[in-house]
């Protein structure tokens, strides 16, 4: 070749190479699932050469947040924001600051249709008008796990209900066993989950989706009742508080503990750590509750779009969120993190594998996600500032816990300081 071709070529390549457009994708999540993100974003750039996307880790959820927020103001925002499931009311408050997915998709003409996804799932990040407002992407829900060792020895069958979980507690801790029920995430699990799984409000406007001027109502009689069963087995001994975040998972996997709700995706750790037999189950519910159970509803984050970049841009995240959506990228997703597969036929595709019968505990998620389509009050929720809503909640769940008060009056100051939290986001929002 001589060096005129040789530079023509050359020429050619640094044009091409310089038309890749860079779609730059801020995240949180960090080891192994940070690797997996990294090779999904290399299997994206593999498909196609118009756009290169750039994953980068940018710390725990608040942090990515507050982080994505302040570039945006400063005209230098990702592209993509990865967000947990509370922060969705905060990030659609920020005027200017997103276009919703439903728009990017419809404006570059990629194929997407929300009923592809799986309801509980689409559910919660989609407006009243079913417009979805951000991409789902690692989704998990609350489980029921078993030390089926300690249950076989004691002649305990697993139990399904509430009353049944009392039941079984009280012979376990009867016969000896130090630590016998713990959990992780202790609003997600038994207020968020909890009344999602019986139907009943978290608050109103349809827990928050309908409008900003929403009321908590987590100290209804039946949250009441459970909040105060709780405080009596930590009384007993029967219940070990482990703390707001995944604190519980150790002390399930370590076989210390014999009963544990916690997330779905504590199941890799369970797998690794675990020398005993166990199993994941529904969360127990109260059966004297009518319509219960009705389904549970996901934790984890979704995908944002950032707002102020060119159209161009847009076409590329939306070629991305369609190979997100691919099946067989689900599926892998799926399996190899343990969060749930977003699209009805990645779920289909996995099942035809078998993978379920290895691991059964990874279809109890998706079974518990559907088990009924979902209502107003188990479609998710939307409250503004629901990570200070949280802890709110946190903190006087576990002054019953720890004996300090009674249910009723710690959820009813759960309420009136919730509701605080509630307006200082409204005034900031409507500003």
């Not at 997996?36 to 880790?57: R, T, W």
């Not at 997915?101 to 919660?124: H, I, Q, S």
Request: some cysteine.
């Amino acid at each position: 070749m001589s060096i005129r071709n040789l530079l023509v070529v050359l020429a050619t390549f640094s044009a091409t190479a310089h038309a890749q457009t860079e779609i730059a994708w801020w995240h949180s999540m960090g080891g192994a699932l940070g690797e997996k993100v990294n090779e999904i974003a290399g299997k994206f750039n593999a498909s196609q050469k118009d756009y290169k996307l750039v994953p980068v880790y940018k710390g725990q959820y608040p942090e990515s947040m507050t982080a994505a927020i302040a570039a945006f103001r400063a005209g230098n925002a990702p592209h993509i924001l990865q967000v947990f499931e509370v922060g969705t009311a905060t990030m659609m408050a920020a005027k200017g600051a997103i276009v919703p997915v439903a728009k990017v998709m419809a404006d570059a003409g990629e194929p997407f249709d929300p009923k592809a996804y799986l309801p509980t799932v689409a559910g919660y990040y989609t407006d009243l008008k079913g417009n979805m407002l951000s991409f789902p992407f690692n989704s998990s829900t609350a489980l029921f796990y078993t030390n089926d060792d300690v249950l076989k020895k004691a002649g305990i069958a697993v139990p399904r209900t509430w009353k049944e979980v009392k039941a079984a507690a009280d012979k376990l801790k009867a016969s000896g066993q130090q630590c016998v029920y713990t959990t992780s995430w202790p609003s997600w699990v038994h207020i968020e989950n909890f009344s999602a799984w019986h139907n009943v409000p978290i608050g109103t406007k349809q827990n928050g989706m309908g409008g900003f001027d929403t009321q908590f109502t987590v100290n209804s009689p039946l949250h009441v009742r459970h909040v105060a069963m709780l405080g009596d087995m930590a009384k007993k001994g029967e219940f070990t508080y482990a703390g707001r975040t995944n604190q519980g998972d150790a002390k399930f996997s370590s076989g210390e503990c014999a009963l544990f709700t916690g997330s779905a995706s504590a199941q890799a750790g369970i797998k690794k750590a675990a020398k005993f037999h166990w199993s994941a189950h529904f969360l127990p519910h109260y059966d004297d509750v009518k319509g219960a159970p009705q389904n549970s509803i996901i934790g984890g984050a979704s995908l944002w779009v950032m707002g102020g970049k060119k159209p161009g841009d847009y076409k590329g995240v939306a070629k991305f969120f369609a190979f997100l959506s691919k099946p067989e990228v689900q599926v892998d997703w799926h399996t190899s993190t343990g969060y749930v597969p977003i699209t009805l036929a990645a779920y289909e595709m996995t099942r035809k594998t078998g993978y379920y019968q290895q691991n059964p505990g990874a279809e109890t998620t998706i079974k518990q996600l559907t088990n009924k389509a979902p209502t107003a009050n188990s479609k998710g929720l939307r409250f503004g500032n629901f990570v200070q809503g949280r802890e709110v909640i946190e903190e006087e769940m576990e002054a019953v816990f720890a004996g300090r008060k009674e249910a009723k009056p710690a959820l009813d100051d759960a309420v009136r300081r919730g509701n605080e939290v509630l307006r200082k986001f409204e005034a900031t929002a409507r500003q």
